[in-house]
């Protein structure tokens, strides 16, 4: 038979390592690989151990589980004022923070009477960057001044992202904004 003093030491020993247990699967699960470094291994820590993060470009996923798809960003920057019967050039920013570069498709509408539309291409994003994307609007002549709806969406391996825009059509008065 233990003598209780005995035993309340080996129930610290229990929950010390219960917890050092818990401090490891923790850190594991934070979705970065982590790794115990050895007493003095850092100088800047009076810990006897600390715990690291290895950092790296590479995605990393268990074996038999797709890659994670990549994440996509579309943002209206501008466009151009314009009187009716003219074209002006709508500025967007297209976003992939993926681990790879993509070739996303990208799709503008616009007010649903207009001809020419929906206007239509590809773009190139390197990984983890933007690019910007410039595409004409063509306004139809007799077009009411003021504020049209314009719609970016963007789609690259079944992940898909959109942003809303606008144009002003000028009226016949008005100046051409600088």
């Known amino acids: ?30 979705g970065k690989e982590a790794r115990l470094l050895a007493p003095g291994s850092r100088s800047s820590t009076s810990q006897s151990f600390a715990l690291a993060e290895s950092s790296s470009d590479s995605v990393h996923t268990p074996p038999g589980k797709p890659p994670r798809p990549p994440v996509l960003t579309a943002q209206f920057v501008e466009a151009d004022s314009v009187h009716a019967g003219q074209t002006g050039l709508s500025q967007w920013l297209v976003g992939n923070s993926g681990p790879r570069s993509l070739t996303v498709s990208w799709t503008v509408t616009a007010d649903s009477s ?49 942003a809303a825009g606008f144009i002003n059509v000028l009226g016949p008065d008005s100046l051409r904004a600088p």
Do not use: E, N
Not at 2 to 10: E, G, V
Not at 17 to 28: D, H, N
């Open 1 to 30: 038979m233990k003598y209780p003093r005995d035993a309340s030491r080996s129930l610290f020993a229990c929950a010390a390592l219960a917890l050092l247990a818990g401090v490891v699967f923790s850190a594991a699960g934070c």
């Open 114 to 162: 207009w001809s020419g539309f929906p206007i239509q291409g590809t773009i190139d994003v390197g990984r983890r960057s933007t690019a910007s994307l410039a595409v004409p609007i063509p306004v139809p002549g007799g077009t009411a001044p003021g504020f049209y709806p314009l719609l970016l969406t963007v789609v690259s391996d079944g992940t898909a992202a959109s």
